[in-house]
């Protein structure tokens, strides 16, 4: 296999433009960046000619989007990095897709490395939190106010988590809980959208004189950018679905 990595940008956005920097401060070669307007884009629409010789084709665009662009970077026999959050109802979709084409695909809601760290720390916490009744779970994010989806990825994953590994937890609730109390066998994981906030994660544990938060503030996009070259160069020659959950246990292994 050639040494130099070539990478096509689906998505010339904010996270778009945060992984050509990456990329190019790697040496890792940008043969093609497609987005529909941005200027500083090399095409507005994925087709052999705009994915050029990229092995790998790194999508942030958006929820909408998410299966057309596995459809035809499959499709090109490429493999592909989603980091785009939102689509996760079409996820089966999107494994078919790559099973028939026989390419690679890593997705995560969230490819910083401390946050996937942060989901092991969780795993653990809740596993305890489980042998202890008094302590009931909660979860909130803030973000940027230019975000589409609310509860994002992590915090729905965080949420996930809780359920389990918490057994007397069985449902997640996203919304303003206004004419009712929250059931017990309900968590509730809550948005806040403001300002310029990369992403913050708080997963708390309320007991009877006490609370235990755990958190993670990511300072930039850089962690997001840096996560997804790792993912990119992971997944480069491999078949196959994957999350950054296998990244993470083949490191640790
Ligand atoms: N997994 C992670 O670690 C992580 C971290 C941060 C963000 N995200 C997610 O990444 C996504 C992008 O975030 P962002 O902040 O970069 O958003 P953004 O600034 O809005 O950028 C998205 C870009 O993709 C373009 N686009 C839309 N459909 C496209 C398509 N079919 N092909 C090519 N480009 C397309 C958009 O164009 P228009 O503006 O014209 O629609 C826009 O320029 C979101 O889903 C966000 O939640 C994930």
């Not at 497609?34 to 050029?52: F, M, Q, R, S």
């Not at 310029?196 to 708080?202: C, L, R, Y």
């Amino acid at each position: 296999m050639d040494e130099k990595i070539r990478i096509a940008i689906i998505g010339y956005g904010r996270m778009g433009r945060e992984i050509e920097t990456t990329a190019r401060s790697e040496g890792i070669e940008v043969v093609s960046i497609i987005d529909p307007a941005k200027d500083g884009a090399t095409g507005k629409e994925i087709t052999k000619e705009t994915i050029g010789e990229a092995e790998i084709a790194i999508d942030f665009s958006s929820p909408g989007s998410v299966i057309e662009n596995i459809k035809r970077v499959a499709g090109l026999k490429k493999n592909m990095v989603i980091g785009t959050t939102g689509w996760y109802v079409q996820i089966e979709e999107a494994r078919r897709l790559i099973e028939k084409e026989g390419t690679g695909l890593i997705y995560s809601p969230n490819f910083s490395i401390g946050v996937n760290i942060f989901f092991q720390i969780v795993k653990e916490a809740a596993s305890l939190i489980d042998k202890f009744p008094g302590y009931d779970p909660y979860v909130y994010e803030l973000h940027h106010n230019q975000k589409t989806d609310a509860p994002g990825g992590t915090a729905k994953e965080l949420g996930s988590i809780i359920l389990q590994n918490i057994k007397r937890k069985k449902d997640m609730v996203f919304d303003r809980i206004s004419d009712r109390r929250i059931d017990p066998a309900e968590v509730h994981v809550a948005s806040i959208r403001a300002g310029q906030m990369p992403g913050t994660h708080v997963v708390g544990f309320d007991g009877p004189a006490d609370t235990i938060e755990l958190k993670h503030t990511a300072r930039s996009r850089a962690g997001f950018s840096e996560g997804a070259i790792e993912a990119a160069k992971w997944i480069r020659g491999r078949k196959g679905f994957y999350s950054m959950k296998d990244l993470i246990e083949s490191a640790v292994k």
